[in-house]
């Protein structure tokens, strides 16, 4: 719960509701609570800085309220306009009695980014203005000095746009006068707006006007007991104020009767007499308090989404890590890597009468790959099959496509279980589709490079097994004098240059004379012992080099990256 955050939480839900084609009444709430939020801070921060500022005093009210009408009669003047049109004023209009500039500018700068202009400059077109300017009061004006602001109608269909002329206008007020006629008292709108300032706790004053002398005692009665229900607490002093229209020049002329006007001079000379800006010192915060859970709600509501996504992420990438132990690390007519390593042995050994076809199959290595298979392949009378290699990369390429589809299904399904958070499993299919290809070049690519980083580690195993043989001349010696001819070394290339099928090299002879006396030996064990590890490794390097190193990176980045407006974020609150 950091005050910090409220800017970034303003320009995301602005986006948000820009880029949906739906309002959503909830998140329109929440932005006025946070835009006057922001303000109130900045009035702290103002009455910190100036503590003397002029004496801020708002009209606010709904449609056809009064509000210009209460302005002109507090200043006793006519500066605020007037017109029986709903939602005539669009911009907030402060009027400063007996204030310097310097007085003033604190307050102007208290309102930037929005621009101060001249009443003369304002236009419909541009909202992000303000109107701040002295005048001359009458001489019956009802305050001495300070700065009476006239606020737009925070009710009319129209108020979206110019919302935030009211709500910056409210936080940045002393004391807030509550203009509402007969006709608007009970509307839902006015108690909205009661119920959102009422944590900065300003002092307020209601005044409720167009009543007809009847029905004064009925309505103040009917305000006050549903103040005191809805937001358990007395409601303020309530003046009314029966305005009667006249003229016909356009402007609406007050007929007070001596004792309402008597009563309004009195509210407001009681309110300035008693307020206090240090007792609204806390009253952001207060704000903050009170609404920092629907503000984050649909925030954390899409974070739980991405975690509920993370958890199916992980959940794939275990799926694809079983498949490919089952399909490819656990099937003998697959995986040769250990068979490999015994092949490596071969040439380690340097059997006697084969050392020269040894050397010859170095020297073939360099032969052009298809060659290579082809002798290999024609040496041992053996059908084409996939090599131990490609039918790895084989396996991989299904538990990749296994994993893609296995997100999207899960994607689409949760786009029909949480409506809430339907956008972010739009965003996460779209996400899927697009870069799909790409993903998989890429991991074809981390394919290739993981078996080549892979083959020392066989090298590596043959080497081992090689120093515990030396380690046992009587089985070395054995395994010299065992019945194998040059075909030892067409194994040998074969499984080099990828041309012998793991099915093949375990019937190979010169293997299983090798695999044989291994087993039957004293280092028995310790060949089962290389031939797990060698298994351990090469899951440990499918999972972490090619599942989470590629896969798992890249869909986790592109997660948290998708380009949507709708989106909420999932570093906002970071």
């Known amino acids: 719960m950091n005050r910090a955050h409220i800017p970034a939480l303003i320009e995301r839900y602005s986006l948000v509701l820009a880029a949906s084609n739906q309002t959503n009444k909830t998140w329109i709430a929440n932005l006025n609570s946070l835009r006057l939020a922001e303000s109130a801070f900045i009035k702290e921060s103002l009455n910190a800085d100036h503590p003397e500022h002029p004496v801020q005093l708002l009209v606010l009210g709904p449609t056809q309220a009064g509000k210009s009408t209460l302005t002109n009669l507090i200043l006793d003047a006519q500066p605020a306009g007037i017109s029986a049109l709903a939602g005539y004023t669009v911009h907030a209009q402060g ?11 604190a307050v102007s700068d208290a309102y930037k980014p929005m621009q101060r202009v001249s009443v003369q400059d304002i236009t419909s077109a541009t909202l ?9 009061p009458g001489s019956q004006a009802l305050i001495k000095k300070g700065v009476v602001w006239d606020s737009p109608d925070f009710d009319s269909i129209e108020a979206l746009g110019y919302r935030h002329a009211v709500l910056q206008t409210a936080a940045m007020a002393d004391i807030i006068i509550l203009a509402v006629s007969k006709d608007k008292y009970a509307d839902k709108s006015v ?6 300032l009422a944590p900065l706790t300003k002092p307020m004053l209601i005044c409720i006007n167009k009543l007809d002398e009847a029905d004064h005692q009925t309505v103040i009665s009917s305000f006050q007991q549903r103040h005191e229900a809805q937001l358990d607490k007395p409601a303020p002093e309530i003046v009314a104020i029966p305005f009667v229209k006249a003229a016909s020049d356009n402007t609406i002329q007050s007929k007070i009767p ?3 006007l008597v009563a309004l001079k009195q509210a407001i000379q009681h309110i300035f007499n008693n307020f206090d800006r240090r007792t609204q010192i806390s009253g952001a915060q207060q704000l903050l308090e009170a609404h920092w859970q629907d503000w984050v709600q649909p925030i954390d509501q899409e974070n739980q989404a991405r975690k509920e996504w993370d958890a199916a992420l992980t959940l794939a990438l275990d799926n694809a890590v079983n498949f490919y132990e089952r399909s490819y690390l656990d099937d003998p007519n697959k995986n040769d890597t250990f068979n490999r390593a015994l092949a490596e042995l071969l040439t380690l050994l340097e059997i006697p009468g084969i050392a020269g076809a040894l050397s010859k199959t170095r020297n073939l290595v360099t032969w052009p790959a298809r060659k290579l298979l082809g002798f290999g392949k024609n040496k041992l009378h053996i059908s084409p099959e996939l090599s131990s290699l490609d039918q790895e990369k084989s396996v991989l390429e299904q538990a990749h496509q296994q994993l893609q589809n296995e997100l999207l299904g899960h994607a689409l399904l949760q786009q029909q279980d949480q409506p809430e958070n339907s956008v972010f499993w739009r965003a996460i299919s779209q996400t899927l589709r697009e870069n799909k290809q790409d993903l998989k070049e890429e991991f074809d690519s981390g394919v290739t490079a993981y078996q080549d980083k892979f083959q020392p580690r066989i ?13 046992q001349p009587a089985l070395l010696n054995s395994l010299r004098a065992a019945r194998v001819t040059a075909e030892a070394a067409s194994v040998a290339l074969a499984v080099k240059s990828g041309g012998l099928a793991p099915a093949d090299l375990l019937v190979a002879p010169a293997m299983l004379s090798v695999t044989t006396l291994l ?3 004293v280092l028995g064990q310790y060949m089962n012992n290389v031939k797990k590890e060698l298994r351990l490794e090469q ?6 080099q090619l599942l989470e190193g590629i896969i798992a990176a890249r ?9 949507d407006d709708r989106l909420w974020g999932a570093t906002l609150l970071d």
């Open 95 to 105: 009027f400063a009695c007996h204030c310097n500039d310097e007085e003033l500018q």
């Open 128 to 136: 992000d203005s303000f109107v701040l300017e002295s005048i001359t």
């Open 191 to 196: 108690w909205d707006m009661l119920a959102l």
């Open 258 to 260: 001596d004792t309402a």
């Open 555 to 563: 869909l986790h980045s592109n997660s948290t990256n998708m380009k």
């Open 519 to 521: 087993t039957e030996s």
């Open 539 to 544: 899951q440990r390097m499918v999972k972490t």
């Open 459 to 471: 090298d590596d195993a043959a080497k081992r097994l090689y120093s515990k043989l030396e380690q």
